[in-house]
């Protein structure tokens, strides 16, 4: 089955695609695109609504471009989205597969590790992460990377289970195969849908969670622009200046609705029962 | 001698499926009668349209992606296919019964199943004291054979094993004495000992007024319970007749090959000759009769009329119906086989 | 040949396998699950012997205690002359060459992931056997062998009828050439068509291979078509062992023949000739099975010395063994 096929099957997968595919693109081109350094204040120019050639998404009570914020703001998202889902699937992988294959008391540790870090909503764990270590970009990724590690082990150790349980892990033991095989053979291909799926969900929550973290003023420190702390400075000109919360807000909509659309689609596409 | 009227009459029975965007026929017309007091059974291999049958006839099929293209189902007179829901629900548990597979799905785990029979009872009986009802419900549990009928009465059905729990479910289906009983692959999931025994409770506490409807992939069971035998395949009626002629002289090859497929338990017998192929997918059915391309007469033969006509259900010999082109040869190329 | 013949290939001493269940902080220790309670028979060489009993007699565990799918609690398998119970993990690899397994669930038993040759070709890969070439060979030979076609090697088993997916179940069991096949209901999940065509293939595959079977059915007319020696289990225990002959013509346990009379009869004609013995009740649970003999809450034969005394398998004037004091041929 080729690529268009496949596509033209999935249209989920082409249009969440194409969604973030241009998010990418704009994060980045962004020094190209923007018509502005987005850090420059320019306060003769302040809060001027969208629409002129100059500004064509207006400027913020600094007098800074909108549109070069956003445009330098899906960098941020695009950084921390992927990069802080590449660690809660690497760690969840981990721990997802040692207590899910390997079982009794393995797993009645990891999962009472997992429950105690489920306990906090994982924005709370994520903003006392990065309380304790200070705001930066790092610590953010690692931050939220942490706090959607339970997650992913759930998803992971059922998933496994369900595998291991399945007669042909059992004959595959029969076979003579060892268990580092059979774990690579059978059990990682039979899970990595799952796993596929929660991380493109999971692109999406991250991008929320550091929105809202930044909208908090626990993200990347000013003046570095991010969707998050764009909301966070418009909501009080809302308004009068309704254009800064639309125009952050919307990507990150936007952006989400991409990330989900192509988890599912990618779901869909993977499983072999499909078509 | 005058035939009396049938029980139960379906008539060009066919229901469709919906996958994607298109309909799927399952049935393609099934017509066949019940009469008063007597065991029909109705056999086939997946995919043939028994137990949507059933689930058509007792209104069961799953409404948004399921539909009756055509026929009639005439019981005592009226058609079940199209009766409003409120008189349906009037015959469904009264006149007509259902036992399934699985008695958990139509037990209620968190009632007891003396309190499930004596509903069962009140519901299509309402007036009946507390203890008249309590006296039928016990006689019930004991028709079934249950062994302590008082204290059956009040258990859960969890706390029963498959073969009581199957007895229960009995219990509530003749209930109300149903002139009809509709029982699908009854015993299949239960050990062989224990289907001996609720085979044998199905038989005696429907009592000889009833007639049952007996769903089964099992040909034993079908010998062994039932007066007629109805074969099905791909969603078609294929052949008819009283078992005793259907087991002794079958006349059409699927019918044929079913009972040549199964090892005898009576005797070590000489070698199997299995049906080659597998049964069709409904999404993808053979023209013509939907059997040729595993037919060992077609291949025989190879008469383009196989491939190119619905075989018509005609008279065979003795009482029963017939769906195969060939039909007539099959007496010689049975010989054949044999010799080869 | 004819020593051959005779010498087992497989020894099953006393084996024992006993499930733990579940406690919990305020519970009491359940007793063990006691599914496969002292259990011992032989295979030889080439030799098909059938497992029969009903659903919780211990068959499957019995079967996989032997694969060391599950570990035995305690007891001996000597698959030729050699303890299998306390082989390390590499010995245990080379046995699996030579003990196979084919599951009853065609549908479960195949990674859905793979095509049909990559799941042939697994056995060889994890045994290292052959370079790639030769492997494609080896499995197009197997497909031959199990009645498919090269056609059908590049698809995936969602594509295939239950029928054609136990052929591929079955041809991965033969790649590596066991000398001792353990079927677990192969027949069971499938339609009675295909029933016929699945045993056909495996008599065939025994005649031409000369194969051991260790054939695990509740349905006792295939095992009498497949197998030429019986072991009858009830409630973790060996109630009976026979030739064919002696287990379906001339059985001698009540439960054996209690379990042949349930079978349904497939001849209208001969309807209601023989008697049939219907058993009384369940089985009872193998957490606390019966004192004495297992059977005895569901004979009709049973007396006072069924519950004190257990009944030993004992060989009987016609030669096969039954576990019962009052059998007779």
């Known amino acids: 089955m080729n690529a268009l096929a496949v596509l033209r099957r999935h249209p989920s997968i082409a249009i969440g695609g194409v969604i973030v595919l241009v998010v990418f693109a704009a994060a980045l081109l962004a020094p190209w695109l923007s018509p502005h350094d987005p850090a420059a204040q320019n306060l003769v120019a302040r809060l001027r609504p969208p629409g002129t050639a100059e500004h064509l998404l207006g400027t913020d009570r600094y007098g800074r471009d909108v549109l070069s914020r956003v445009l330098y703001g899906a960098r941020v998202s695009l950084i921390v989205g992927p990069a802080s889902v590449l660690i809660a699937s690497i760690l969840g992988l981990t721990l997802g597969l040692a207590a899910g294959y390997v079982g009794r008391k393995t797993d009645m540790l990891i999962g009472r590790v997992f429950d105690v870090m489920l306990a906090f909503p994982s924005i709370l764990l994520a903003l006392a992460i990065v309380a304790a270590l200070g705001p930066s970009l790092g610590n953010m990724i690692l931050a939220i990377g942490l706090s959607m590690t339970p997650t992913f082990g759930r998803v992971i150790r059922s998933a496994v289970i369900g595998v291991r349980a399945r007669d042909y892990v059992a004959s595959a033991r029969a076979l003579g195969a060892g268990h580092l095989f059979t774990i690579a053979v059978h059990v990682l291909p039979n899970i990595l849908s799952a796993v596929l799926v929660v991380s493109t969900v999971a692109v999406a929550s991250a991008i929320l969670v550091e929105a809202t973290m930044s909208f908090l003023g626990l993200g990347v420190p000013p003046p570095t622009a991010t969707w998050g702390s764009m909301v966070a400075e418009g909501k009080g000109m809302f308004l009068t200046a309704p254009w800064i919360v639309i125009s952050a807000g919307l990507p990150i909509t936007v952006t989400v609705f991409g990330f989900s659309l192509l988890g599912d689609g990618i779901r869909d596409w993977l499983d072999p029962r499909s078509g | ?340 | ?329």
């Open chain 2, 1 to 340: 001698m005058t035939t009396p009227a049938p029980l139960l009459s379906v008539r060009d029975l066919t229901v469709e499926f919906r996958r994607d965007r298109s309909w799927l026929r399952a049935l393609h017309g099934v017509s066949f009668d019940v009469f008063e007091g007597e065991t029909v059974g109705v056999v086939g291999e997946s995919g043939s349209g028994k137990s949507v049958t059933v689930q058509s006839l007792m209104g069961l099929l799953p409404a948004r992606s399921s539909r009756l293209a055509a026929g009639s189902a005439v019981f005592a007179g009226r058609d079940i296919l199209r009766l409003p829901r409120r008189e349906l629900r009037r015959i469904r548990g009264k006149d007509i019964a259902m036992v399934f597979q699985d008695p958990m799905s139509s037990l209620n785990p968190v009632f007891t199943v003396g309190y499930q029979i004596a509903e069962a009872i009140r519901e299509h009986n309402p007036g009946l004291s507390r203890e008249t009802l309590r006296e039928r419900t016990l006689a019930v549990l004991s028709r079934v054979e249950l062994p302590h009928p008082a204290q059956a009465f009040s258990t859960f059905p969890f706390q029963f094993s498959g073969g009581m729990r199957q007895r229960a479910m009995i219990a509530m289906a003749i209930a109300n004495a149903p002139r009809l009983l509709i029982a699908d692959e009854p015993t299949t999931a239960l050990d062989v000992t224990i289907q001996a025994q609720v085979m044998q409770v199905l038989q005696q506490a429907r009592g000889t007024g009833s007639a049952m409807l007996l769903i089964t992939h099992d040909m034993g069971l079908v010998a062994e319970a039932t007066d007629r035998v109805i074969v099905m395949y791909a969603g078609r009626v294929i052949e008819t007749g009283t078992t005793a002629e259907v087991f002794a002289a079958p006349r059409h090859p699927y019918t044929r090959g079913l009972l040549a497929s199964r090892p005898k338990l009576a005797a070590a017998g000489g070698r199997l000759t299995p049906i080659p192929g597998s049964p069709p997918n409904i999404a993808s059915l053979p023209g013509g009769c939907a059997f040729h391309p595993r037919c060992a007469l077609h291949e025989r033969h190879r008469d383009p009329i196989c491939v190119d006509t619905v075989p018509a259900l005609l008279p065979r010999e003795g009482a029963g119906l017939v769906a195969c082109h060939l039909t007539h040869l099959l007496g010689s190329a049975q010989r054949e086989m044999e010799t080869t």
């Open chain 3, 1 to 329: 040949m004819n020593d051959a013949a005779t010498t087992p290939i497989l020894e099953v001493r006393h084996l024992v396998k006993h499930f733990d269940r579940p406690r919990g902080l305020f519970r009491r220790v359940a007793p063990p699950l006691r599914a496969v309670d002292d259990v011992s028979f032989d295979i030889k060489a080439g030799e098909a012997l059938g497992l029969v009993g009903e659903s919780g007699c211990g068959k499957s565990t019995t079967g996989r205690a032997i694969l060391r799918l599950i570990e035995p609690t305690s007891g001996e398998i000597r698959f030729q002359g050699e303890d299998v119970t306390g082989l390390d993990a590499a010995a245990l690899r080379r046995l699996r060459r030579d003990m196979q397994i084919v599951f009853q669930d065609p549908y479960g038993s195949l990674d859905p992931k793979m095509t049909v040759r990559r799941l042939i070709a697994e056995p060889l890969r994890i045994h290292r056997i052959g370079s790639a070439a030769e492997r494609r060979r080896r499995v197009s030979e197997l497909l031959d062998l199990v009645g498919l076609t090269e056609e059908h090697g590049d698809r995936h088993p969602h594509e295939f009828s239950g029928g054609q997916r136990q052929r591929v179940g079955i041809a991965r069991a033969l790649a590596l050439e066991p000398k001792l096949l353990v079927l677990d209901e192969p027949v069971s999940a499938l339609d009675i068509s295909i029933q016929a065509q699945i045993l056909n293939l495996l008599i065939d595959l025994r005649d031409r291979l000369g194969i051991a079977f260790l054939f695990i059915s509740h349905d006792l007319a295939v095992v009498r078509y497949v197998c030429e020696r019986v072991v009858v289990m009830y409630l973790g225990v060996i109630v009976e062992i026979g030739d064919r002959a002696a287990i379906f013509d001339r059985p001698a346990h009540p439960y054996t023949q209690a379990l042949l009379s349930s079978v349904p009869n497939p001849d209208p004609a001969s309807r209601g000739q023989s008697r049939r013995i219907v058993l009384e009740g369940d089985q009872p649970s193998a957490a606390n099975p019966p004192s004495g003999c297992r059977f005895r809450t569901r004979c009709w034969k049973a007396t006072s010395r069924c519950s004190e005394e257990t009944p030993p398998l004992r060989r009987l004037a016609d030669g096969h063994l039954a576990a019962c004091h009052y059998a007779e041929v």
